[in-house]
């Protein structure tokens, strides 16, 4: 039987009491995502997913029911939901999980994986706070326990917010774990290329089973697979594949599933089924912490105030305040001086004055160099001398503008997100493999920017 009687009000009392009790971010993360009901001794909790569940019963389940039983003024027990439902019995933890005695790995397939893994985006130098707590600990638990529980994980969340370091966290803990575990970490784009290539030279078998045999793939970009159909049928066999071998599948991506326009149905409830977490932009303390753990790495103490100053700034993507503190510190040591707020802004103040070009000085720069006009940019002619200069209009205007795919294509005379997505994969690949095209952008890049300057890495 279900009681209404007195809810919300008993679930705020013990939000405001379990508030008080446990650490703000956690609060905020983990609890305040929860709701409650009562059925006769029961006190029903439900939670956003099955993550959740499990995180609760495993930090909170204890002081929970205390606290739900002290503010009904008797003893309920708990029991948890999820929006699918009632959550059935956890698994027993595998004494012996899966990964620690593997399959020798094929040679030819650790040399191609290991290399690509970043040695130092790892879980310890990730900050966390409120805004990636959910995505930080999705990836350690499936680091720590792959395969089945949460598979496929999707990452998403706006460009530079720690998407590929958590990426490459989730396959260097594999790797600590066992080093010989088959692990590969890819892109979208490199992903695609390689099936080409294995298209091409006949190599389709040896391509499926460098895939299907892994323990875990890390794919980064998904949203790239937008119009890619072949790369999309052979995602959905790997994915099956791996999921019926016990492999772990952790994904990226700038837009949630949900959103992720010119991808097939059944792939993107594939990516649905798992479990999904976004990151958020970070607030400005904890982008202090993360631009003095980037500066300590290479070797400088970044003072609070220096830090604070570049957190302030009007830009939530982390690559983008790290570049800016790159070049701080590039300067500082060229110069022989001491990082300081005066130098911080003098640096700064004409990095932040490059951002911001527009999508329409995008368009009318490119339409000069062209020599079409913005009008035929922005209107649905196909032919070749409008359709490529329009493609690398979009590209830019992604590079450099901070405009969303929609945003731009409407700036763009009304299209549509994924015709830009296309536009900007089609560049992409166009310049990997054209090195004129990749310097005539480079140059109307610098043109865009103002006076020629390339960013310090
Ligand atoms: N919480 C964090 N702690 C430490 N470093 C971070 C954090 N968030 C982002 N970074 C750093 O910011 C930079 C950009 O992050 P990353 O490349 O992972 O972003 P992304 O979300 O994959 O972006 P994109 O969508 O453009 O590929 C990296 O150097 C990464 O280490």
């Not at 948890?80 to 933890?93: C, I, K, M, Q």
């Not at 299907?212 to 999309?232: K, P, V």
Request: charged share 25%; proline share 6%.
């Amino acid at each position: 039987m279900q009681s209404d009687i007195g809810r919300p009000v008993l679930w705020e009392q013990v939000r405001q009491t379990m508030r008080g009790q446990v650490d703000h971010r956690e609060f905020e993360t983990w609890l305040a995502p929860l709701a409650m009901r009562l059925e006769a001794d029961w006190a029903v909790i439900s939670a956003p997913n099955r993550f959740f569940v499990d995180w609760i019963k495993d930090h909170y389940l204890s002081q929970l029911e205390q606290v739900i039983s002290q503010c009904a003024a008797r003893p309920l027990r708990l029991r948890f939901e999820t929006g699918n439902g009632p959550v059935p019995a956890s698994r027993p933890v595998e004494a012996q999980p899966a990964l620690a005695q593997p399959a020798p790995a094929a040679p030819a397939l650790t040399s191609l994986a290991q290399p690509t893994l970043k040695p130092g985006y790892t879980f310890e130098t990730f900050i966390v706070g409120t805004c990636n707590e959910l995505a930080h600990a999705a990836c350690r638990a499936v680091a720590q326990q792959p395969g089945r529980q949460y598979n496929p994980l999707l990452i998403f969340g706006g460009a530079g917010l720690g998407k590929t370091h958590l990426l490459h966290a989730v396959g260097n803990a594999f790797y600590q774990r066992d080093p010989r575990a088959k692990v590969l970490y890819t892109t979208c784009e490199a992903f695609t290329n390689e099936l080409i290539q294995a298209v091409r030279f006949d190599s389709i078998g040896r391509f499926q089973e460098k895939y299907r045999g892994l323990d875990c793939l890390l794919l980064d970009d998904i949203q790239f697979l937008a119009g890619r159909e072949r790369t999309q049928e052979e995602l959905f066999h790997t994915f099956n594949a791996l999921q019926e071998s016990g492999g772990q599948i952790v994904l990226t991506s700038d837009d949630p599933p949900r959103e992720l326009q010119g991808v097939v149905k059944r792939l993107r409830t594939r990516f649905e089924g798992g479990l999904t977490a976004d990151l958020q932009p970070p607030p400005s303390e904890i982008m202090v912490a993360i631009l003095q753990s980037k500066a300590l790495a290479k070797g400088m103490d970044l003072s609070d105030q220096v830090a604070m100053f570049l957190a302030r700034q009007p830009e939530s993507n982390v690559r983008v305040l790290e570049g800016y503190l790159n070049r701080i510190i590039a300067v500082s040591r060229f110069q022989g001086v001491e990082v300081t707020l005066e130098l911080a802004r003098r640096v700064v103040g004409p990095l932040m004055a490059q951002r911001q070009v527009s999508v329409e000085e995008v368009l009318q720069t490119v339409a000069a160099r062209y020599g079409v006009r913005v009008g035929e940019l922005k209107s649905s002619r196909k032919t070749r001398d409008v359709t490529r200069p329009r493609q690398v209009a979009m590209f830019l205007a992604r590079q450099l503008t901070g405009q969303s795919y929609p945003e731009i294509g409407r700036a763009l005379g009304g299209k549509d997100h994924s015709t830009v997505v296309k536009g900007v994969k089609k560049i992409q690949g166009q310049m990997a493999r054209e090195a004129a095209l990749a310097e005539e952008i480079r140059t109307l890049e610098r043109e865009l920017l103002e006076g020629g300057e390339t960013p310090v890495d």
